[in-house]
């Protein structure tokens, strides 16, 4: 029986093109890649969302609020095998304020939802992407400023962090994923297909996808 991989983000999950502000097809998406290259033992859930939040409440609705959606979420797929957890990139928008203490109470929370479900279940923790510049004159400008992009940077840590105290494994996407220029918030289609790589390798490889690099 193949198990079942649960795959939850924001707007880079959901295969947003910064050329065009289309999605991705299935084949080029990184979600989808993974899905072929595992398809032998895995099955691959997609829950990505555009300007999905991860911590807080975002006006644009309830499926955009990653800590609200996360419930129905699990009713619709209550025990993944293993559940990739990639949000907070939206969270860095000025309109919020940051606070790295809710950002750790945040992810807390989300680990106890998908741990209740599954106790047994395998997170894979995906930090929010280091936004460059090129943002600021980008369409997205409008949501983001010099503010988010040094905040970005911030709470990496945090990330890594979380990750090492909490049994749970970090996937640091920032160091081979870069933004598109275009937006640099998005990425390209190449950058997709390196994620769905490195991320079938840390899948599948134990040593690899060990938390000894947080040591």
Known sequence: MKKVILAYGDSNTYGYIPKTQGRYNLSTRWTGILAELLKKNYTVIEEGCNNRTGFYKNSAGYMQSGNLYI??????????????LAVGTNDLQKLYDFNIKFFENGLMSYIEKIKEKNNNVRIILIPPVKITKDILTSYFGLMFDEK????????????????????????????????????????????????????????TNPSYSSNQDLQ
């Open 148 to 203: 988010s992009i040094e905040n970005a940077i911030v709470i990496q840590d945090t990330y890594v962090n979380f990750a090492r105290n909490n049994n749970t494994e970090f996937f640091d996407i920032n160091e081979f994923a870069h933004p598109s220029e275009i937006d640099g918030l998005h990425y390209e289609a190449e950058t997709h297909k390196i994620i769905a790589e490195k991320l079938a390798e840390f899948i």
């Open 71 to 84: 419930e129905e979420c699990l009713k619709k797929h209550p025990a993944p095998d293993i559940f990739i």
